[in-house]
């Protein structure tokens, strides 16, 4: 078994945190189902959010997902390069699996699919 990456980033419409963390469940959600994740495989999860989003602590989110009050979670700010995707939450998930790179789907949601489209319609 190994250590694989998902990644994953939304957007969202103001700097609330109601808006922050029902955008980080719909990422986190997505990303579980398309990959098939069980809590007890998540090695551990970094969210980042770019610096005009600081109402809540995405990871809170995170811990209203069944089984993951043991996951380890760790929040961080974006670097703030001039012109980049403004409002965004990201996302790198580390799961134990036997699935391959090109097997994991990454999941970027609302204009968050500006960042990777050649991830976008894998799933």
């Given at each position: 078994m190994k250590v694989r990456g998902i990644r994953g980033a939304i957007t969202v419409e103001k700097n609330s945190a109601e808006d922050m963390v029902s955008a980080t469940l719909e990422l986190l959600r997505e990303m579980?189902?398309?990959n098939?994740?069980?809590a007890d495989d998540?090695?551990?999860v970094i969210l980042t959010t770019t610096?005009?989003?600081d109402?809540?602590?995405p990871a809170q989110a995170a811990r209203q997902i069944p089984g993951w009050e043991y996951v380890p979670l760790m929040c961080a700010r974006e670097i703030p390069?001039?012109?980049s995707l403004p409002r965004c939450i990201r996302v790198m998930m580390h799961v134990n699996t036997d699935k391959g790179q090109r097997e994991i789907k990454?999941?970027?949601l609302r204009e968050a699919v500006r960042l990777r489209p050649d991830l976008t319609n894998r799933g």
């Open positions: 579980i189902r398309l098939q994740v069980e998540v090695a551990s610096q005009d989003l109402a809540v602590f390069v001039v012109g990454h999941v970027f």
